[in-house]
């Protein structure tokens, strides 16, 4: 089946540093999102993306569609404590609204 | 509106009984979809609504499940002789068609335990 590759698996950083986290997949995807999710919380949309090489930023946070639609990346600038969750990449194969999520990317931020 | 709602939260039942979870999507959302996450796992499609048609359903979705969408509104989820691996956050959420008013939204999910 279809999968998504996301890294880095965990990251234990400094406050204000930036971060960078990507997704890849061996399948063509029409939309990629970002999500994060809080313990015993269901994920919430951070950034979605619809077109090939689309940039977007929401606040500090900034997400690009790759070119190959096979790939996207998210960036959090000046990292804060409540930045503290797991992130999430999902892919949307053709129009069925189906999504393919990856592993997570545990984020912790040290004050 | 206050976004996609889950209902119960948590539900602990016994191996062997029959849950039922709903969803509530947010009103203009003709799609709804459930999909089920276990710890330390991002969360695995199960199946789809498209106003009341159910459109796709995943391998995942064994003959215990069922998932019902009768007036394109609201949505239930029912297991049927629940086993310790149904265990997991079963999540719904709702979108408009692809584009700017996707809007892909997630409810906070039930949390099914099978003792």
């Known amino acids: 089946g279809q999968q998504l590759n996301q890294s880095p698996q965990s990251m234990f950083i400094q406050e204000g540093e930036d971060v960078s986290m990507n997704c890849t997949s061996s399948?063509?995807?029409?939309?990629w999102l970002w999500y994060k999710q809080d313990p015993g919380e269901g994920p919430v949309l951070l950034i979605a993306?619809?077109?090939?090489?689309e940039l977007t930023s929401n606040g500090r946070l900034t997400a690009q569609f790759g070119i190959t639609r096979k790939d996207s990346f998210l960036n959090i600038s000046a990292s804060i404590p409540s930045d503290v969750g797991i992130y999430f990449c999902?892919?949307?194969?053709?129009?069925?609204?189906?999504?393919?999520f990856g592993q997570g990317t545990t984020l912790q931020v040290k004050p | 509106d206050t976004g996609v709602s889950q209902d119960p939260r948590h539900k602990i039942t016994k191996r062997g009984q029959n849950v039922t979870f709903r969803c509530d999507p947010i009103?203009?959302?003709?799609?709804l979809y459930w999909y089920r996450q276990t710890l330390g796992q991002g969360p695995e499609f199960l199946t789809y609504?498209?106003?009341?048609?159910?459109?796709?359903k995943s391998r995942l979705l064994s003959d215990r499940f069922s998932a019902e969408r009768p007036k394109g509104s609201f949505s239930t989820l029912e297991i049927q002789r629940t086993e310790q691996g149904d265990s997991a956050m079963y999540l719904c959420?709702?979108?408009?068609?692809?584009?700017?008013?996707?809007?892909?939204?997630f409810g906070s999910g039930t949390r099914l335990t099978v003792v």
């Open positions: 399948s063509i995807f029409n939309t």
């Open positions: 999902a892919g949307q194969l053709g129009n069925t609204g189906k999504l393919i």
């Open positions: 609504f498209q106003n009341e048609a159910q459109l796709e």
């Open positions: 993306l619809y077109k090939a090489g």
């Open positions: 009103s203009e959302h003709n799609r």
């Open positions: 959420a709702s979108s408009g068609l692809v584009g700017p008013n996707y809007g892909y939204t």
